[in-house]
């Protein structure tokens, strides 16, 4: 496995793939913004008109994690923060496609992540993720410590009437 930085030229070429991992993670049921029905099309775009325009601008930092010449994962650091927060970045889309899961990928993007924001003078890091996902162990694990809870934050992913609660986290480097 290893991981590397990608250029804005690396996701223009890279959209099909990067759009199939965001896509198998949300119609997983992953709670990363986006609910049922999502399309490959959609995803990609997400890539090509949210993503793109920051790493060409610089104020994010897109991580992706390669096994065996295919995409296994991913994690953003977003750096574009307000004037009076230059210390601190945002973890934004942590994605580990469902065929590469529990192989500790998800937590070495993590490791890696948190060592580029310490390379650019970041040292506060914050996050949220849904109460009682998957990640919120994995995060704990890496030291980020629970700010509190705000219930009815997202809608159900799969299209449901339920509203699930976040987890907001925070760790200094
Ligand atoms: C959350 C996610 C990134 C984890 O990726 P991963 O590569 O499978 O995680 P790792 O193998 O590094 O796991 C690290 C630790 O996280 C926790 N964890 C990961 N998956 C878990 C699961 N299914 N159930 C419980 N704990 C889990 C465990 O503590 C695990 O350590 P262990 O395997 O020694 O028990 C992945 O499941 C994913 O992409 N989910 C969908 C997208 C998402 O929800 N992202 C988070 C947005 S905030």
């Not at 070429?13 to 986006?34: M, Q």
């Not at 953003?76 to 009076?84: A, G, H, S």
């Not at 994995?138 to 699930?164: E, K, S």
Request: net charge negative; aromatic share 6%; glycine share 10%.
């Amino acid at each position: 496995m290893s991981i590397s930085i990608f250029s804005a030229a690396d996701i223009a070429s890279h959209l099909g793939e990067l759009g199939r991992l965001l896509h198998a993670c949300v119609h997983d049921g992953a709670s990363i913004s986006f609910v049922l029905p999502y399309s490959q099309a959609d995803s990609e775009a997400f890539w090509s008109t949210k993503v793109l325009p920051g790493v060409e601008e610089g104020t994010r930092l897109v991580l992706v994690a390669m096994v065996e010449g295919r995409i296994a994962g991913s994690v953003q650091l977003n750096r574009d923060t307000p004037p009076n927060q230059p210390h601190r970045a945002e973890v934004n889309k942590l994605l580990v496609h469902p065929d590469f899961r529990r192989q500790g990928i998800g937590l070495q993007l993590m490791a890696e992540l948190e060592r580029l924001a310490r390379e650019i003078g970041r040292s506060l890091i914050t996050l949220d993720t849904r109460t009682g996902d998957k990640a919120e162990p994995l995060y704990a694990a890496l030291g980020y410590q629970t700010v509190g809870v705000i219930p009815g934050f997202a809608r159900d992913p799969m299209g449901g009437d339920r509203l699930d609660a976040t987890t907001i986290m925070y760790k200094t480097l």
